[in-house]
């Protein structure tokens, strides 16, 4: 069981950065795929970023890469550092856990509350 609690959202002007972050507890975390999701008023969830369980491979939704930089530590916590924002990153990011690098949500097993990023024109 992996138990996630996102922190790090606000507002912000557009072309301003935030740093979300995602602390895990379990002792399983280094067992698990991190990715992170977000959801738009109106829209379907989207994959934003994913890191692999040692770290050293990411993937990025076409619509964030060379902004958005998503990190793991040893520990237990996933950050995803966000340059450049834009009204349309506007929406409520969740982080996941799964045993997957995909970029569909239902391949995640564990899910966090959800932090919401607001960014202003």
């Known amino acids: 069981q992996v138990q996630l609690v996102e922190s790090g959202g606000g507002l912000v002007q557009a072309g301003g950065s935030l740093r979300l972050s995602c602390a895990a507890s379990?002792?399983?975390?280094?067992?698990?795929?991190m990715g992170w999701f977000r959801q738009a008023p109106g829209k379907e969830r989207e994959f934003v970023a994913v890191?692999?369980?040692?770290?050293?491979?990411r993937s990025y939704a076409d619509s964030v890469k060379g902004r958005f930089t998503i990190s793991r530590d040893l520990a237990n916590t996933v950050s995803l550092q966000m340059n450049s924002l834009k009204p349309e990153d506007t929406a409520v990011y969740y982080c996941?856990?799964?045993?997957?690098?995909?970029?569909?949500?239902?391949?995640?097993?564990?899910w966090g509350q959800g932090t919401q990023v607001t960014v202003s024109s």
């Open positions: 996941a856990a799964g045993s997957t690098m995909r970029t569909e949500g239902t391949e995640y097993q564990y």
């Open positions: 379990g002792r399983t975390f280094s067992s698990y795929s």
């Open positions: 890191i692999s369980r040692s770290g050293s491979v």
